[in-house]
């Protein structure tokens, strides 16, 4: 079984940062994708900024320049530095990890969800 717990939320003033990390535990065999994401109050799920297996990255439009998603393989935990954070960036984020993991003698694929993680960014 693996699980995604989310730390490092909480209230921060416009402009300043913000770090959030998402560990991974359980019998992990690869990860091929981690990323982050994020919902408002009244609005959809959305796609943050994610990172492949070969390091790549990918940002919205809305916080590239200002956010970094990076890893840290060895304690299998995802990072998002937060900088310049704005109103607008409130909401409720998420992690998400997609790979495969050992059950028993098998490995079965995992697309999983961490709790939440409430981020609030005051005015």
């Known amino acids: 079984q693996v699980q995604l717990v989310e730390s490092g939320g909480g209230l921060v003033q416009a402009g300043g940062s913000l770090r959030l990390s998402c560990a991974a535990s359980?019998?992990?065999?690869?990860?091929?994708?981690r990323g982050w994401y994020r919902q408002a109050p009244g609005k959809q799920r959305e796609l943050v900024a994610a990172i492949a297996s070969g390091g790549s990255t990918n940002y919205a439009g809305s916080v590239k320049g200002r956010f970094t998603i990076s890893r840290d393989n060895a304690k299998n935990t995802l990072y998002l530095q937060m900088n310049s954070r704005k109103p607008e960036d409130t909401g409720v984020y998420y992690c998400?990890?997609?790979?495969?993991?050992?059950?028993?003698?098998?490995?079965?694929?995992?697309?999983?969800w961490g709790q939440g993680t409430q981020v609030t960014v005051s005015s």
């Open positions: 998400n990890a997609q790979g495969t993991y050992r059950s028993g003698a098998y490995f079965k694929d995992f697309n999983l």
């Open positions: 359980g019998s992990i065999f690869s990860i091929n994708a």
